[in-house]
């Protein structure tokens, strides 16, 4: 099975792959935990172009060729071969990231952001879609509560920018059956719960044990 989480910057995404994972470990399951843009060799040395902050002069044109080839790497090199093996593989970022930072974030026409993510992933795609909706004025609070560490690139961004990321997610919830909207200003364990009942059903509904 794969997994996807999606939503602005610091929603809360990472702390919930974390959660979820050691929930299916102890269940026993065998489970591959990766992050976008990054995860291979190659992936991460592109994550550190997309997100070196001393790279201002990136084109849009370059930011979605460079996650979209990040990706296509780490799909053939980790995703397809773990979820042959039989693998719950938990991503922290997909192509909806694109659709929802590139296409509304960046205004890149829709329909070639949709050509060039499932040429990047080559028909691989999530069961299930867990996006974390937070309020950019929380985004914005978490960021500066955060100990240290400089903004990278794209976290310097304006808030009229993550508005229409937002608005990008907010989209792809009403257009894909796999989209799971989660209140982000819930409870971190509330948000938990909601997830793995989730994961739950669709073992039961899909037979995947
Ligand atoms: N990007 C990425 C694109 O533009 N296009 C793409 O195609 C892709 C793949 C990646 C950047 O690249 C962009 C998006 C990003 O800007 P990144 O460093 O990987 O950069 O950053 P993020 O994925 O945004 O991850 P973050 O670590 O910044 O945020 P998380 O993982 O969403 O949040 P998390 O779990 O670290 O939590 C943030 C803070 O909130 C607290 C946590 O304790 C932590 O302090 N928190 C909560 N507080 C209150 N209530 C809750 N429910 C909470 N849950 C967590």
């Not at 995404?13 to 591959?32: A, D, F, P, W």
């Not at 790279?55 to 995703?79: C, G, P």
């Not at 907010?170 to 989660?182: G, M, P, S, T, V």
């Amino acid at each position: 099975m794969l997994i996807s989480f999606e939503g602005l910057d610091f929603c809360g995404k990472s702390t919930q792959v974390e959660l979820l994972v050691n929930y299916l470990n102890n269940c026993g399951k065998r489970v591959k935990v990766i992050r976008e843009p990054g995860g291979t060799v190659i992936s991460e040395k592109i994550r550190d172009i997309l997100l070196d902050k001393k790279n201002d002069k990136m084109h849009i044109e370059t930011e979605i060729l460079l996650f979209s080839a990040s990706r296509s790497q780490l799909v053939r090199e980790v995703i397809q071969p773990y979820l042959n093996d039989g693998y719950y593989v938990i991503t922290d970022r997909f192509y909806d990231s694109t659709t929802a930072y590139q296409g509304f974030g960046r205004q890149i026409p829709l329909d070639f952001v949709e050509k060039i993510n499932m040429f990047a992933v080559g028909g691989t795609i999530p069961q299930i879609t867990f996006f974390i909706d937070i309020p950019i004025e929380e985004s914005d609070k978490r960021k500066k509560l955060r100990n240290g560490g400089e903004l990278d690139r794209i976290e310097m961004s304006q808030r009229s920018f993550y508005e229409k990321v937002r608005e990008g997610y907010l989209y792809l919830a009403e257009k894909e059956k796999r989209f799971r909207i989660i209140d982000g200003l819930k409870h971190i364990d509330e948000i938990h719960e909601i997830i793995i009942k989730d994961i739950s059903e669709l073992e039961m509904k899909t037979g995947v044990k």
